[in-house]
């Protein structure tokens, strides 16, 4: 069965940084491309960063570009998102995702629970 | 970037009711459109991919269709377990962007 958990939320002040670890398990982390997915209170989802299979390719939306940095360790399974410079914008609940289309479509087939972060003084 | 509008964004209706939602993309994203479910406090889960084919394990009363900007979500005959929200999400181009979502209530 596939799982990913996401660990590492919190309330942090503007300006600070954060790092949100996700753990994965019951499939071969290392054939697969994998995202995070952000979702602010009471509002829609926003894909915000994507990771290739070996981590040689990363992408971000533009709002979080130079301040969110997105790797993984395939040893560990784990995939990870290093949030610097943090606004409070960025309050939301974070999913890791899977990319996990047929024949390398990029769509999500598996997300975490979510993690909550909130940035607030 | 592509925005998803999705219509309408409230739905009342009773179990057993057919009901239709739908999702507008502001340019042609060709057949590359998901629907996702999601209920309060837990994550999305995948209904439909690229426009009609159903994720394993999802009852045959979901179906979707459409193509280029307009597309469809039906569900034949709702169950209880179905009053969620539904997003539309679209992977023809980056970045990848999701619908602001239907809520699906009971009437």
């Known amino acids: 069965e596939v799982q990913l958990v996401e660990s590492g939320g919190g309330l942090v002040q503007p300006g600070r940084s954060l790092k949100l670890s996700c753990a994965a398990s019951g499939f071969t982390f290392s054939d697969y491309n994998m995202a995070w997915v952000r979702q602010a209170p009471k509002k829609g989802l926003e894909w915000v960063a994507t990771i290739s299979y070996d981590g040689s390719s990363t992408y971000y939306r533009d709002s979080v570009k130079g301040r969110f940095t997105i790797s993984r360790d395939n040893a560990k399974s784990t995939l990870y998102l290093q949030m610097d410079s943090l606004r409070s914008e960025d309050t939301a609940t974070y999913y890791c995702?899977?990319?996990?289309?047929?024949?390398?479509?990029?769509?999500?087939?598996?997300w975490g629970q979510g993690v909550m972060v909130t940035v607030s003084s | 970037d592509i925005q998803m509008t999705q219509s309408p964004s409230v739905l009342s209706a009773s179990v057993g009711d057919r009901v239709t939602l739908n999702c507008k993309a502001s340019?042609?994203?060709?057949?590359?459109l998901n629907w996702y479910q999601q209920k309060l406090g837990e994550a999305p889960k995948l209904l439909i991919y690229n426009t009609n084919n159903l994720q394993t394990g999802i009852p045959s009363r979901f179906s979707g269709s459409g193509s280029g900007t307009d597309f469809t979500l039906t569900i034949s005959s709702l169950q209880p377990e179905d009053f969620a929200t539904y997003f539309c999400f679209q992977h023809n181009s980056w970045p990848l962007t999701f619908g602001s979502g239907t809520k699906l209530e009971i009437k």
């Open positions: 340019q042609n994203i060709n057949k590359y």
């Open positions: 995702a899977r990319h996990g289309g047929p024949y390398g479509y990029p769509f999500f087939d598996y």
